[in-house]
């Protein structure tokens, strides 16, 4: 089982749903809330790290116990290499440290705007779907809105609200602060798209679970 599986309890996904209900009882706005485990595999990454523990371990035991010998070096490295690239997958907290920061806000990123088109964010009505799109390897998170929404509320003041949920995801408090950010986005939302007579609800309110 993946662990945006499990990242958030039922009774954690039920006061998401139940937060997002109540924003949009109050706006024509849609939220939606997506938990990825990753948003890349990072090969690159993986393929480096094997090869420098790897290669490490390689030349530790031919230069200790094989007299420094080039033809053990060889293929010991290759198959240190090759079990540390399968290993270094298990190990996400070390895995980060062979990818840089760019490329993993870069990952997320157009991982957040795949979510936003799969999850039908950008059908909306009035073009006012928010997406709140969480990445548990990257422990990033962003908030994605459609084109109605951005000319009301400038895309920085959404980067605020992911700001909080991510330092949440860091410490353990997601779901809490998740609830509040989605409640303080709605009432902007209110302000600048008060719900309709003839409003229906477009997307469910239930905590995607992406892959």
Same mark, same amino acid.
């Given at each position: 089982m993946n662990r945006a599986d499990t990242f958030f309890t039922q009774t954690e996904k039920d006061a998401i749903s139940a937060a997002i209900k109540d924003v949009e009882n109050k706006t024509a706005g849609e939220v939606a809330v997506m938990v990825v485990d990753e948003s890349d595999s990072y090969p690159e990454a993986v393929i480096l790290a094997g090869i420098i523990f790897g290669g490490f371990a390689g030349l530790i035991i031919a230069d200790f116990f094989l007299g420094a010998s080039l033809w053990? /070096? +060889?293929?010991?490295? /290759?198959? /240190?290499?090759l079990l540390a690239s399968l290993l270094i997958r298990r190990a996400p907290s070390l895995l980060r440290y062979f990818i840089s920061p760019a490329r993993l806000e870069e990952r997320v990123e157009k991982r957040a705007l795949r979510a936003f088109y799969e999850q039908g964010l950008y059908k909306t009505r009035d073009n006012t779907g928010v997406l709140f799109f969480l990445s548990l390897f990257e422990r990033k998170v962003w908030v994605l809105a459609d084109e109605g929404i951005y000319q009301k509320i400038d895309k920085t003041e959404l980067a605020a609200y992911a700001t909080e949920v991510a330092a949440a995801v860091k410490s353990g408090n997601a779901a809490a602060v998740l609830c &509040?950010? +989605? &409640?303080?986005v709605g009432a902007i939302l209110a302000e600048h798209f008060p719900i309709r007579d003839d409003d229906t609800n477009e997307l469910s309110n239930r905590v995607i679970v992406g892959r």
């Open positions: 053990h /070096f +060889i293929p010991l490295a /290759f198959g /240190f290499s &509040t950010e +989605i &409640t303080r």
